[in-house]
Nanobody, 121 residues
Framework: QVQLVESGGGLVQAGGSLRLSCAAS????????MAWLRQAPGKEREFVAG???????YYADSVKGRFTMSRDNAKNTVSLQMNSLKPEDTAVYYC???????????????WGQGTQVTVSS
């Protein structure tokens, strides 16, 4: 079992920045892949970014160049630095864990409770 707790969401103006964090517990953190996914009102949950056990990162095209994901195995945390935010980035952001980074959201085994990110125009 893995427990995930997100923090860092909030309200920001377009062009601003936010940093999300996710703290993991319950299982060897260094042995699992991590991801950030989001769900906007009326839309399906979508992949945003992922980081492998080895530290390789993957991003959705919509956030590439603006978002940066990192992990700290010593602290059992992952972060998502979000810059140049746009109103279309508004969503509930979820931290998720699984055996690999995949873009199919339902394949992640563990999920946090989500944190709201709202970008005003």
């Amino acid at each position: 079992q893995v427990q995930l707790v997100e923090s860092g969401g909030g309200l920001v103006q377009a062009g601003g920045s936010l940093r999300l964090s996710c703290a993991a517990s319950g299982r060897t953190f260094s042995g699992i892949a991590m991801a950030w996914l989001r769900q906007a009102p009326g839309k399906e949950r979508e992949f945003v970014a992922g980081i492998t056990i080895g530290g390789n990162t993957y991003y959705a095209d919509s956030v590439k160049g603006r978002f940066t994901m990192s992990r700290d195995n010593a602290k059992n945390t992952v972060s998502l630095q979000m810059n140049s935010l746009k109103p279309e980035d508004t969503a509930v952001y979820y931290c998720a864990a699984g055996p690999a980074v995949v873009r199919t959201t339902r394949l992640y085994d563990y999920w946090g409770q989500g944190t709201q990110v709202t970008v005003s125009s």
